[in-house]
């Protein structure tokens, strides 16, 4: 039975990405396969990333694409182009419409760098997080992944990791933590989940 087809949406580095590309590599991800990376920053590595690993790589940007409607427009087109079944947001700093959100109902996975509902919602990304976690004075932080709907990481978890917060702790001490300890391992555990369920859909349909 053919592989679910996945498209992850960078911003930046993209070692969510790498972790992702690594798990298929190794056949921890066996039920979905990634056929193409889409960043909405020029020149992001993750591009790079995906070149490396020789899966398709595109740039797109709210500013070439005449705003947000434009650029989810173009980013739906794209998609569809390549029979895309599963989006996963890894590390992707826009937020989507609640109208494109809602056409891929759980059919959006993210990855959020805290055990959600604390220190997420808008405004909430990258470094933010952690720093707000060690204002905060929290003992354990982690990841999260996610459904992604119209509410900014207000969908349905599909799970979570722990990562203890240690003395001496900075902001990108943290991230490194949560994203070893955490992100890396549940993104593509979630990955190989709902693309296994995906594909069961695609078969109790030609049965």
């Not at 592989?3 to 056949?27: F, M, P």
């Not at 398709?56 to 390549?82: H, M, N, P, S, V």
């Amino acid at each position: 039975m053919s592989k679910t087809k996945i498209a992850v949406l960078v911003s930046g580095g993209g070692t969510n990405l790498q972790a992702l590309l690594d798990s298929e590599q190794s056949g921890a991800l066996r039920s979905g396969r990634i056929v193409l990376v889409v960043s909405n920053k020029p020149g992001a590595y993750a591009l790079t990333r995906a070149a490396k690993a020789g899966v398709e790589a595109l740039t797109l940007t709210r500013a070439d694409c005449g705003g947000q409607e434009g650029f989810e427009r173009a980013l739906q087109a794209a998609l569809e182009k390549r029979g895309v079944e599963l989006i996963i947001l890894a590390g992707f700093l826009s937020i989507l419409s609640a109208e494109f959100t809602s056409r891929w109902e759980n059919r959006i996975l993210n990855v959020h760098p805290s055990l959600i509902p604390s220190f997420c919602g808008k405004g909430f990304y990258g470094l933010k997080v952690h720093a707000a976690a060690l204002a905060r004075g929290v003992k354990y932080t982690g990841a999260t992944v996610h459904y992604v709907n119209q509410i900014p990481d207000g969908g349905e978890i599909l799970f979570q990791q722990p990562v203890a917060v240690e003395p001496g702790d900075t902001p990108e001490i943290l991230q490194r933590r949560v994203m070893e300890q955490a992100e890396w391992i549940l993104l593509p555990k979630a990955a190989e989940l709902v693309s296994a369920k995906i594909q069961a859909e695609k078969e109790n349909k030609r049965a």
